[in-house]
Nanobody, 116 residues
Framework: QLVESGGGLVQAGESLRLSCEAS????????MAWYRQVPGKQREFVAS???????TYIDSVKGRFTISRDNAKNTVYLQMNNLKPEDTAVYYC????????????WGQGTQVTVSS
């Protein structure tokens, strides 16, 4: 089970921190990732963090977003700074393979809306 939280409505330039709590089975042995989706478009990979804290990001968020994980809490975070209107989307987390393919059913996501 994946439960995302922390979304909201902010102005451009502001920050949000998303959280995703996963069951121990999902979290402990997998790379974790954040995705986002806007209506009418495919879900887009945003960032991932490995079990050893190696990270990957899409170019559009590099330098603004930071993904991290707390293994004791089975939680993955996405710190989003200097938000832009184009970051507006529903954000989801999931465990992923080393080829960044999602493994489990999606949660409900958390809405992030950035106004200009």
């Amino acid at each position: 089970q994946l439960v995302e939280s922390g979304g909201g409505l902010v102005q451009a330039g502001e920050s949000l921190r998303l959280s995703c709590e996963a069951s121990g089975t999902i979290f402990s042995s997998n790379r974790m990732a954040w995705y986002r989706q806007v209506p009418g478009k495919q879900r887009e990979f945003v960032a991932s963090v490995s079990k050893t804290d190696g990270t990957t990001y899409i170019d559009s968020v590099k330098g603004r977003f930071t993904i991290s994980r707390d293994n004791a809490k089975n939680t993955v975070y996405l710190q989003m700074n200097n938000l832009k209107p184009e970051d507006t989307a529903v954000y989801y987390c999931n465990a992923v393979t080393d080829f960044l393919r999602p493994i489990f059913d999606w949660g409900q996501g958390t809405q992030v809306t950035v106004s200009s």
